[in-house]
């Protein structure tokens, strides 16, 4: 159980393009979802958190209008990269956290993230 | 502040034990956590302790905790080469998780 998708895992798209990448929880209810960033060889920057039905709490320096996040149901987020350039390739990593109550609350199961590359 | 720290590489003999060592400054923290990064891949969560608890062991895994030092450590027994991986130390706060601050990953290999 607690499985986290991603699609596409990799996507090339052009400068000036917009590009959606889709996180699902597969076999839970998810609350909130995070959207992570990771540069190579670097660790996990948190870029927002969403909950379900309603908007996104972007993190300092994060421009929440080249990154919007939706989070439309309890078991979808999307991250759309408006707008991309050079410098937005990146590793885009999303993770779940069940619904509060269960045991497993406090766990953030991670999907298995999107590379981006723009051309 | 938040800051979690570890060292960049590790280098050990298959069948050895691995250390892996991690700080962190943030005193209120509640729950750590190991988790592991094959390439590229998502995050694997490995194991977690919570702040009142010294150690805690899962067969080839062991995670000690020292609280006053602000220490952490996870050491893998009989390392095989499927161990090979960027391992994340993380901590947060709040029971919802809904924070989580992660290392810079320590990057294990394993030579023969």
């Known amino acids: 159980g607690a499985v986290v998708s991603q699609h596409p895992s990799w996507v090339i798209c052009k400068s000036g393009t917009s590009v959606k990448i889709e996180c699902r929880s597969l076999?839970?209810?998810?609350?909130?979802m995070f959207w992570y960033r990771q540069f190579p060889k670097q660790s996990l920057m948190l870029m927002a958190t969403?909950?379900?039905?309603?908007?996104?709490?972007?993190e300092q320096g994060v421009e929440k209008d080249k990154f919007l996040i939706n989070h439309a149901s309890l078991t979808l987020s999307t991250l759309t990269v408006t707008s991309a350039h050079p410098e937005d390739s990146s590793f885009y990593i999303c993770?779940?956290?069940?619904?509060?109550?269960?045991?497993?609350?406090?766990?953030?199961?991670f999907g298995p993230g999107t590379r981006l590359t723009v051309t | 502040g938040e800051d979690v720290e570890q060292s960049l590489f590790l280098s050990v003999r298959e069948g050895d034990s691995s250390v892996i060592n991690c700080t962190y400054t943030?005193?209120?923290?509640?729950?750590l956590y190991w988790y592991k990064q094959e390439p590229g891949a998502g995050l694997q969560l490995l194991t977690y302790?919570?702040?009142?608890?010294d150690m805690k062991q899962d067969q080839r895994l062991t995670v000690l905790l020292n609280k006053k030092d602000k220490h952490l450590s996870l050491r893998i027994a009989d390392t095989q080469t499927g161990d090979s991986a960027i391992y994340f130390c993380?901590?947060?706060?709040?029971?919802?998780?809904?924070?989580?601050?992660f290392g810079s990953g320590t990057r294990l290999s394993i030579r023969p």
């Open positions: 302790i919570f702040s009142n608890m």
């Open positions: 076999d839970f209810q998810a609350t909130t």
């Open positions: 993770s779940a956290t069940p619904e509060t109550g269960r045991r497993s609350s406090y766990e953030q199961y």
């Open positions: 943030d005193s209120s923290s509640t729950y």
């Open positions: 969403s909950n379900e039905g309603s908007k996104a709490t972007y």
């Open positions: 993380a901590e947060s706060r709040d029971s919802s998780a809904s924070k989580i601050i």
